[in-house]
């Protein structure tokens, strides 16, 4: 079945450490994303990728960082820069060019400071 | 930037009823709309969409109505079920947004006997 897989589900980091959260899909989707969602707000856009090798930054970018390989694989990095790192992840992909459907989202990656 | 927001932080409602979770949005370019289902620790589920050319779409036991003019929509749930208790979220796109929505802070419905 297609989907979007993330791993791992819970991650927890200590402070000064980097971390890095996958994201894989096999949609054959040109376009990913990643979100972060805090408790009472709406997600909030990190970064997205239209196309392999080619990533642009979203609202809240900083202390972040991201590679686009391979189509399949969108890996988000959470630097030591990232001062409020503690949240829940979430991964999609979209049909370049189409909004048919909407996104399609990965189960989530609950990140915790410890 | 566009601003999202539902009405309402927590949606208490009787298994049976129809619940009704509502959204509001600032910009008048915004032209496909899509409600999420998100229970807990999951990623958003896709209910139902809407282009701006309709007023209304249905589907199963849910009904997506927007209100242009307001800048409004909602979405219906009939007969609420236990399973239905969750996170609603509307999501926004712009059309030069290319893809990127916006989304509310969601509803959490809570489904009663």
């Known amino acids: 079945d297609g989907g979007i897989t993330q791993s791992p589900k819970y991650l927890f980091r200590k402070e000064g450490q980097n971390v890095t959260l996958s994201c894989e899909q096999n949609?054959?989707?040109?376009?990913m994303y990643w979100y972060r969602q805090d408790p009472g707000q709406g997600l909030r856009l990190i970064y997205y990728?239209?196309?392999?090798?080619?990533?642009q930054k979203g609202d809240i970018a900083e202390g972040y960082s991201v590679s686009r390989e391979k189509k399949e694989s969108f890996p988000l990095t959470v630097t030591s820069a990232q001062k409020n790192p503690t949240a829940f992840y979430l991964c999609?992909?979209?049909?370049?060019?189409?909004?048919?459907?909407?996104?399609?989202f990965g189960s989530g990656t609950r990140l915790t400071v410890v | 930037g566009e601003s999202v927001g539902l009405h309402l932080p927590t949606l208490s409602v009787q298994e049976g009823d129809n619940s009704i979770i509502n959204c509001a949005y600032s910009?008048?370019?915004?032209?496909?709309f899509i409600w999420y289902k998100q229970e807990s620790g999951k990623g958003p589920q896709f209910i139902i969409d809407?282009?701006?050319?309709?007023d209304k779409r249905q589907g199963q036991r849910v009904t997506v109505l927007l209100n242009k003019t307001v800048k409004h929509l909602s979405l219906q749930i009939a007969a609420t079920q236990p399973g239905d208790s969750a996170v609603y979220f509307c999501?926004?796109?712009?059309?030069?947004?290319?893809?990127?929505?916006?989304f509310g802070a969601g509803t959490q419905v809570v489904v009663t006997p």
């Open positions: 999609a992909s979209s049909i370049s060019g189409t909004f048919a459907s909407g996104y399609t």
């Open positions: 949609l054959n989707h040109d376009a």
């Open positions: 990728s239209q196309i392999v090798n080619d990533f």
């Open positions: 910009n008048s370019a915004s032209d496909y």
């Open positions: 809407i282009r701006s050319n309709m």
């Open positions: 999501a926004v796109v712009v059309t030069d947004s290319w893809g990127k929505f916006q």
